[in-house]
């Protein structure tokens, strides 16, 4: 069936360091895709999403590449900080459905 | 900040006893997600609520799962008999159709079963 996954299961950066997570999906009707966030004993937690007419959004200190000719989905963190430290997500939803999510990657970053 | 409730937040039960797990969505929300998370699975969807009306529950054991929105502000997610492997994490989820933010997550309801 359709599934997202991570190509690194665990990615250990230097404080103030640049980040970037990737994700691939595999369902080409998917038009909706979320980064979340999430530290140990809570929920997922928001990041930044993009639809699938936009191929770039930014927020604060992070930005999210959506690229649909090769199904890549990548989560930008500039100046990575400690409390950056979490597992992040990708999920992905196609006309409003439900979302699907993949196995995540875990972010380590080093004082 | 308006948050997902859920309750318990802890629950250790026997194996074959009921589990009955409960979800305050955001007020206004109409969509809410029930999601199991494990080390080995990841976030499994379980069921899923639009205004109320289950849409997808494909992803629950339809013989020992059930989930029901009793009114706008409860989910429940009951599990009847309980058995080790349903020890996990579970999440509930609430959004608005159509609406940027994704969607918001409670946090959780870690399930042991011994």
């Known amino acids: 069936g359709e599934s997202v996954g991570l190509h690194l299961p665990t990615l250990s950066v230097q404080e103030g360091d640049n980040s970037i997570i990737n994700c691939a999906y595999s369902?080409?009707?998917?038009?909706?895709f979320i980064w979340y966030k999430q530290e140990s004993g809570k929920g997922p937690q928001f990041i930044i999403d993009?639809?699938?007419?936009?191929d770039k959004r930014q927020g604060q200190r992070v930005t999210v590449l959506l690229n649909k000719t090769v199904k890549h989905l990548s989560l930008q963190i500039a100046a990575t900080q400690p409390g950056d430290s979490a597992v992040y997500f990708c999920?992905?939803?196609?006309?409003?459905?439900?979302?699907?999510f993949g196995k995540g990657t875990m972010l380590l970053v080093s004082p | 900040d308006a948050r997902v409730t859920q309750t318990p937040r802890h629950k250790v039960t026997e194996m074959g006893q009921e589990v009955t797990m409960r979800c305050q969505p955001i007020l206004g929300h109409n969509t809410v997600f029930w999601y199991r998370q494990t080390m080995m699975q990841g976030l499994e969807l379980l069921a899923y609520?639009?205004?109320?009306?289950?849409?997808?529950d494909s992803g629950m054991p339809k013989d020992r799962f059930s989930a029901e929105m009793p009114d706008a502000t409860l989910a429940t997610l009951k599990i009847q008999p309980s058995e080790p492997r349903d020890s996990a994490v579970y999440f509930c989820?609430?959004?608005?159709?159509?609406?940027?933010?994704?969607?918001?997550f409670g946090s959780g309801t870690r399930l042991t079963v011994v």
């Open positions: 609520f639009r205004n109320r009306a289950p849409l997808d």
């Open positions: 369902n080409s009707a998917s038009d909706y």
């Open positions: 993009i639809r699938s007419n936009m």
């Open positions: 999920a992905e939803s196609s006309g409003y459905s439900t979302l699907t």
């Open positions: 989820a609430s959004g608005l159709t159509g609406r940027s933010y994704g969607y918001t």
